[in-house]
């Protein structure tokens, strides 16, 4: 199955994803978070007054309709770009910002449809779009984040001109980001996928061909990944447990192209539209914290409107 061919069908895939049954991992392209009943913490700043002539006229800029933010994200790098970035940006802006932290990959969503947060950051829009269906959810994407990619790594072999006919290959075991891990074998032209199979759903019973390296893929948990490198010749290794091991992204030899799991803010579909939703979004997209992302997350895969990476073809 040629490149073209798989990356169109993710499109396709993605576009219409939600059915009823497939688990998708999502969240910061993590595989499925332990059970975990942990109350989410909170961080919640105290609205300043403003002390000078910019501070008032940045405070009559915010929705008049709206001084208080809650953003919810799962603690990490999602947190942090709230924490050092966004907040200080809305907060010139003359709102409040409240930041409300998670352990787990449900209870955000629940969050924001019950109107205990006003907008999270912390899902691919494969995850949310089956996450509200399967839930009854009114909820809607607005605008992607800096993302950890999916990546495959050295193990025994640090170059992919190492490849070898019998080579060893870990990739996680969790099904949807074992799909992941096929799809960029398939990138790669280590193996091929029956032609018209769901991307999204790949597993080994997909591939049509491995005959040319014959690989041994070994299945683990997504943690044990940067753990068990020496043991295989390549590692697909998903990206926030690659930057917790140690793993600079940038050491990836081959990061997945597409754009699918790059994350996604999320707010409630009546929300969409209200003035403070853009004031958000802008405080993502603006120069300061593209510049922010680009000196903290190297390596990490941008929002797609920054026009910084190539879309796969």
């Given at each position: 199955?040629k490149?073209s061919?798989?990356?169109?069908q993710?499109?396709?895939?993605?576009?219409?994803?939600g059915?009823?049954?497939?688990?998708?991992?999502g969240?910061?392209?993590?595989?499925?978070?332990e059970?975990?009943?942990?109350e989410?913490s909170s961080e919640t700043?105290?609205?300043?007054?403003?002390?000078?002539t910019?501070e008032?006229i940045?405070?009559?800029?915010?929705?008049?309709?709206k001084?208080?933010i809650?953003?919810?994200t799962?603690?990490?790098?999602?947190?942090?770009m709230?924490?050092?970035?966004?907040?200080?940006?809305l907060?010139?802006?003359?709102?409040?910002?409240?930041?409300?932290?998670?352990?787990?990959y449900?209870?955000?969503?629940?969050?924001?449809?019950?109107?205990d947060?006003?907008?999270?950051?912390?899902q691919?829009k494969?995850?949310?779009?089956t996450f509200k269906e399967e839930?009854?959810l009114?909820?809607?994407?607005?605008f992607q984040v800096?993302t950890a990619?999916?990546g495959?790594?050295?193990?025994?072999?640090?170059?992919?001109?190492?490849?070898?006919?019998?080579?060893?290959?870990?990739?996680?075991n969790?099904?949807?980001?074992?799909?992941?891990?096929?799809?960029?074998?398939?990138?790669?032209?280590w193996?091929?996928l029956?032609?018209?199979i769901?991307p999204?759903?790949?597993?080994?019973?997909d591939i049509?061909d491995?005959?040319?390296?014959d690989i041994?893929?070994?299945?683990l948990?997504?943690?044990?990944l940067?753990?068990?490198?020496?043991?295989?010749d390549?590692a697909v290794?998903?990206?926030n447990y690659a930057t917790?091991?140690?793993?600079?992204?940038?050491?990836a030899?081959?990061?997945?192209?597409?754009?699918?799991?790059?994350?996604?803010?999320?707010?409630?579909t009546a929300?969409?539209?209200?003035?403070?939703v853009?004031d958000?979004t802008n405080a993502y997209?603006?120069?300061?914290?593209?510049?922010?992302?680009?000196?903290?997350?190297?390596?990490?895969k941008?929002?797609?409107?920054?026009?910084?990476?190539?879309?796969?073809?």
């Amino acid at each position: 199955m040629k490149l073209s061919t798989v990356s169109r069908q993710v499109a396709t895939a993605f576009a219409a994803v939600g059915v009823s049954g497939f688990v998708l991992v999502g969240c910061n392209n993590t595989s499925a978070p332990e059970a975990n009943t942990q109350e989410p913490s909170s961080e919640t700043s105290t609205e300043a007054t403003p002390n000078s002539t910019e501070e008032v006229i940045n405070s009559e800029g915010r929705d008049p309709n709206k001084e208080k933010i809650v953003i919810g994200t799962t603690e990490g790098d999602f947190a942090d770009m709230v924490r050092n970035q966004v907040k200080q940006s809305l907060e010139a802006q003359g709102y409040e910002v409240e930041l409300v932290t998670f352990t787990d990959y449900v209870r955000p969503n629940l969050a924001l449809a019950d109107g205990d947060l006003d907008i999270n950051v912390f899902q691919h829009k494969p995850y949310l779009d089956t996450f509200k269906e399967e839930n009854n959810l009114d909820l809607v994407e607005v605008f992607q984040v800096p993302t950890a990619p999916l990546g495959i790594y050295s193990g025994k072999k640090t170059s992919l001109d190492e490849a070898y006919k019998g080579m060893s290959v870990s990739a996680p075991n969790d099904p949807s980001n074992f799909a992941r891990a096929l799809v960029m074998m398939n990138d790669l032209g280590w193996i091929t996928l029956k032609e018209g199979i769901d991307p999204l759903k790949a597993s080994k019973s997909d591939i049509a061909d491995n005959s040319k390296y014959d690989i041994k893929i070994v299945e683990l948990e997504a943690a044990q990944l940067p753990r068990a490198r020496d043991e295989v010749d390549f590692a697909v290794i998903n990206g926030n447990y690659a930057t917790d091991s140690g793993i600079k992204l940038t050491e990836a030899l081959f990061q997945e192209p597409s754009f699918a799991y790059v994350n996604w803010s999320a707010v409630k579909t009546a929300d969409k539209d209200q003035p403070w939703v853009k004031d958000v979004t802008n405080a993502y997209n603006s120069d300061d914290f593209k510049a922010y992302a680009h000196n903290t997350f190297p390596g990490y895969k941008y929002p797609k409107i920054w026009g910084e990476q190539p879309e796969a073809k």
